[in-house]
């Protein structure tokens, strides 16, 4: 058996694995003035892009499953930054997410900063 390729700097994996959190890592200092993590944030994009959304497709979008979800869905409600409610109509299983005008109000905080990513990652 060959167990070159179990060595980790044989793997594509950990190299993406961990540019990826670099990324993130560099996202934080500008991330921590809007109060919001990484995943928060990504999930604010989505937001303000379809306004409303289930949380089906919200976890399609993002790549997250349910139980990561829900926590964070709940945290951003806590901020006021979303509402959720269930299908009022048809199956009440599903549930809708729409960003809060103090959500909407966040959206300009983060253009303020971007230009520095820009500096940070070059």
Not at 79 to 91: F, P, Q, T, V, Y
Request: charged residues 30%.
């Amino acid at each position: 058996m060959n167990t070159e390729i179990l060595k980790l700097e044989n793997q594509l994996c950990f190299p993406l694995y961990a540019a990826a959190k670099a990324m993130v890592k560099k996202y934080a200092p500008f991330l921590n003035e809007i109060r919001l993590t990484y995943t928060q944030y990504i999930t604010m994009m989505v937001m303000w892009e379809y306004k409303t959304i289930s949380v089906k497709e919200l976890g399609n979008r993002l790549y997250l499953d349910s139980g990561t979800l829900t926590p964070l869905l709940k945290r951003l409600e806590s901020k006021n930054l979303i509402s959720r409610e269930r299908a009022k109509e048809g199956d009440e299983r599903f549930v809708y997410i729409s960003v809060t005008p103090e959500g909407i109000q966040l959206k300009k905080r983060p253009f303020r900063f971007r230009r520095k990513w820009v500096n940070v990652f070059l």
